[in-house]
């Protein structure tokens, strides 16, 4: 994903690393109402023929099941994309609506979708290469219609979720989904759960 960021911001101009938005959202439920401050990613900024500056977010998708050693997307993406990325979304269904919420949240106008596959099929380690089969964006929003995400499904469950964890008593908490399962947990822990994590993180950032 971000050599694929990388290549599209060189061509676009000069190379960056990603800009954070911060935006507010009203979290609102039969309770009491709460503010959401959300950080979210701009992975590109370009414009239109007319002058207008769009944000982007900019993904990848990359081709894994490498069939007898051959890409079967460079033989199939310009004439079947449509069912390439059906696949994609039969297979990566959570991804690709993590990766559309998120754009959403960051009011991008465009979604780009790179294809990406190995330049030599049988590379392995530091000697693998990559290459852009294609490019395909959307506008976010239509896009989630297109896997059938809704958005006020979505806040409807964070709203849940903020409900459940405002009830609880003052504390550290993690809160865990179940593998393969519709299933949320929350479970208590002690205050200094995960400090030595962030001792050793802080450790290797001042190296």
């Not at 911001?9 to 959300?38: D, N």
């Not at 297979?91 to 009011?107: D, E, F, Q, R, Y």
Request: charged share 25%; net charge neutral.
């Amino acid at each position: 994903k971000q050599w694929y960021q990388r290549r599209v911001a060189i061509t676009a101009g000069e190379p960056s690393s990603v800009a954070y938005r911060y935006r507010k959202f009203p979290l609102l439920g039969p309770g009491e109402p709460y503010t959401l401050i959300c950080r979210s990613e701009i992975d590109a900024v370009t414009t239109t023929a007319n002058g207008e500056e769009q944000l982007m977010n900019i993904k990848a998708l990359n081709e894994w099941d490498l069939k007898a050693g051959a890409s079967e997307w460079r033989q199939k993406l310009d004439t079947q994309r449509g069912d390439i990325l059906t696949t994609e979304m039969k297979n990566n269904k959570c991804k690709l609506a993590k990766w559309t919420v998120s754009s959403i949240l960051a009011g991008s106008d465009l979604l780009k979708f790179g294809y990406v596959t190995r330049s030599m099929p049988r590379s392995s380690g530091e000697s693998i290469g990559h290459s852009i089969l294609g490019t395909q964006q959307f506008y976010p929003k239509q896009f989630a219609a297109q896997i059938s995400l809704d958005m006020n499904n979505a806040w409807g469950i964070l709203r849940v979720i903020v409900d459940k964890c405002m009830a609880l008593k003052d504390g550290k908490y993690v809160l865990y989904k179940e593998p393969s399962k519709g299933i949320l947990r929350i479970y208590k822990v002690p205050l200094n759960t995960f400090e030595e994590d962030n001792e050793e993180s802080d450790e290797e950032e001042g190296k």
